[in-house]
C-alpha cells in the first residue's frame, strides 16, 4: 500500500486485496458494536412466547455463529479465531437494542466480528417476528468501541 493512499484495502491502481497482516503483532484486541430493532409495542410484550421460540435465545445464538463466521461474509476480512463473543439483546421504548463485544488475541482487529454479530443478530429477531409484524425496522448498526493493535482504542463519541 502505498503512503499517499487512505485506504488499507486498495492498491496503487484502487484495487481490492486483503491486507498483509504477517508483520504485525498479536495483540489482545477487543470491538464493540450495537445496532436497533424497532418493534411495534405489541410484538415487543410475545418476544419471549412465539411460536418459533424464544426470540432472544435465537438471536442471541445467531449473533455469535456469524461473528465467528464473519471471514466468509466480508470477502477482505481476515478469518479469526475468536477468543469470545458476547451478545446482549434488550428491550427498549421502540423495540430491541442489541449490542455485541468480540474478543481476539491476533494481529487484526474484531471491529467487522462485532457489526457482523448485531447485523445477524438484528435479522435472526426479524426472522423470528415476521409473523407478527413485517414493518421491522433495523437501524443504526454501528462500532461504538475498539481497542488494541496499531491504530489505538476508539471511543464513539456521545
Sequence with gaps: MSSKNPFSHLDGLGEAHMVDVSEKPVTRRVAEASCRVQLSAE????LSNLPKGDAFAVARLAG?????RTGEWIPLAH?????QVEVDLAPVADGVEVK?????TARTGAEMEAMVACSATALALYDMVKSLERGVVITDLHLDSKSGGRSGD?????
Aim: net charge positive; no cysteine.
Design 43 to 46: 410484538t415487543l410484550v410475545r
Design 64 to 68: 455469535i455463529q456469524a461473528a465467528k
Design 79 to 83: 478469518p479469526l479465531t475468536l477468543d
Design 100 to 104: 455485541s463485544r468480540v474478543t481476539v
Design 154 to 158: 476508539y471511543r464513539r463519541p456521545g
